[in-house]
């Protein structure tokens, strides 16, 4: 990253980070640190029109920033100079040409305007993704056309519903090229094929929109919803929310029941199946037929008792699914808890940034009054 953006609500500011080592020589014998980093940032003058933007937004790409304009639902590009040399770069300069395309407008169930939440893109900058939270027409996608002297962005195509009004767009990720995850406020999951416009072979399983009988019967994100959707290996996919982070492997289909890690948690649920009721499998819920009561009829209804009891006892037992029904393409972790980020720092190395509630409670002010439970 040799670029950083902001943005405070009024203005858009963009700065040239220039890092240099220390000029202290650290002695290797010495058992100090070594000197830290010096970063100086420099800023970039945009142009005049793209610093008055009110972003909701903001994206790199390489040298590449994109800025979302919700205002006037539009989509800013510009190509920034990665030079060390001090100087800030003239804002009529042609070198800083700026380019914008409009998101097409469609009819909303709402008249409630969302902002542009998130802007994404593929490595290679082949396609850019605008996410929102409309239940209806929330991602768009672009795609370059030329070359990358003069490529400009033309609308590809928009994503369907998703289904209801719980199905809204929560977080999304790229997969491999043309590959695109979208996870929503049900921690479902959907993966698109962008180069063809449709749904991917392990999506096309679960049914558009998903139904609950096709899914997971274990709730990946308990009570929250996907705050951040990452890929692995072009394969895996990490859902993450305030609570848990799940790893979800799309070479196999969704399990019935997932696997949790640690396996006996305070906030893990285990899902018990309801009772079918249906008399051709379960004869018990016929008529009952009245008859004269034997000798014979006692003995058999003790043995039948024992049988019950001996059933109950070892349904107590398996109250958790059977292991074998338990599939590794699903595992929840729920060993962090208010999670506040995630992110991959190596191939086989990712960090989680947390925020317990003890701390928060640490920073507060002693209360005015407090009230003992019990007394006057």
Not at 7 to 23: C, E, H, Q, T, Y
Not at 193 to 221: A, H, R, V, Y
Not at 251 to 278: A, G, M, S, T, W
Request: glycine letters at 4%; aromatic letters at 8%; one cysteine or more.
């Amino acid at each position: 990253g040799s670029f950083l953006a902001v943005s405070n609500g009024r203005s858009v500011f963009a700065f040239l980070l220039d890092s240099a080592k220390s000029n202290d020589a650290h002695d290797p014998s010495n058992e100090s640190p070594p000197s830290a980093l010096e970063v100086t940032p420099i800023q970039v003058q945009l142009p005049s029109k793209l610093r008055r933007v009110n972003a909701t937004a903001l994206h790199f790409c390489g040298n590449v920033l994109f800025v979302a304009d919700s205002a006037k639902r539009q989509i800013h590009m510009i190509h920034l100079k990665d030079e060390t040399g001090g100087e800030n770069i003239d804002e009529e300069s042609s070198e800083l040409s700026m380019l914008t395309f409009s998101i097409p407008k469609h009819q909303q169930t709402k008249d409630v305007e969302l902002p542009i939440q998130s802007i994404h893109t593929t490595s290679s900058g082949k396609y850019v993704v605008a996410m929102s939270r409309y239940r209806n027409h929330g991602i768009h996608i672009f795609q370059k056309d030329g070359n990358n002297g003069s490529a400009i962005y033309k609308h590809h195509w928009t994503i369907p519903s998703l289904g209801g009004f719980d199905a809204r767009p929560a977080a999304l990720t790229f997969m491999q090229k043309k590959l695109l995850a979208i996870a929503t406020y049900q921690s479902h999951i959907y993966i698109f094929d962008l180069e063809n416009k449709k749904l991917s072979p392990w999506s096309e399983t679960n049914g558009f929109p998903i139904q609950s009988d096709t899914w997971t019967m274990d709730s990946i994100c308990l009570r929250d919803f996907p705050t951040r959707l990452m890929c692995r290996n072009g394969s895996q996919l990490i859902m993450s929310s305030f609570g848990t982070f799940s790893v979800i492997d799309t070479n196999q289909p969704i399990p019935e029941f997932c696997r949790f890690v640690p396996e006996k948690h305070i906030r893990r649920r285990i899902y018990r199946k309801p009772v079918p009721l249906d008399i051709a499998e379960n004869p018990w819920l016929q008529p009952r037929v009245s008859k004269p009561i034997t000798d014979e009829d006692e003995e058999s209804n003790d043995e039948d008792e024992e049988e019950t009891d001996a059933n109950e006892k070892n349904k107590d037992k398996t109250s958790e699914p059977d292991p074998d029904t338990i599939s590794r393409a699903c595992t929840v972790c729920l060993q962090y808890n208010n999670i506040l980020h995630m992110n991959f720092l190596g191939h086989n190395e990712m960090v989680v940034v947390e925020q317990p509630w003890l701390d928060v409670v640490e920073t507060l002010p002693d209360p005015l009054q407090r009230r003992v439970y019990g007394c006057n």
